[in-house]
Nanobody, 116 residues
């Protein structure tokens, strides 16, 4: 059973930075078709923030391009989301997702709050 555990969220002032981590167990991230970060703000739908494919292709939401970077450390079986120049509108619960031939998996989420 694949499990994803996010960490690194917290409270930060606008303009600040955070790095989120998603540690995977029960499966090798190299075998996943792709992994991604999503976020959900109160009263809003969950939206894609960034994704990285098995071939290391990346894709970002327009709202975070140039500010966020997704990466992974295969040796640590972990995916990261480096978030810079944070804005209050980035406030949300951030979820890690992994897609494999066996299904789609989600972490429990980590709260990111950006104060103005």
């Amino acid at each position: 059973q694949v499990q994803l555990v996010e960490s690194g969220g917290g409270l930060v002032q606008a303009g600040g930075s955070l790095r989120l981590s998603c540690a995977a167990s029960g499966g090798n991230i190299l075998t996943f078709n792709g992994m991604g970060w999503y976020r959900q703000a109160p009263g809003e739908q969950r939206e894609l923030v960034a994704q990285i494919t098995r071939g290391d292709r990346t894709n970002y939401a327009d709202s975070v391009k140039g500010r966020f970077t997704i990466s992974r450390d295969n040796a640590k079986n972990t995916v990261y989301l480096e978030m810079n120049s944070l804005k209050p509108e980035d406030t949300a619960v951030y979820y890690c997702n992994a897609n494999s031939i066996r299904g789609s998996y989600w972490g429990q989420g980590t709260q990111v709050t950006v104060s103005s």
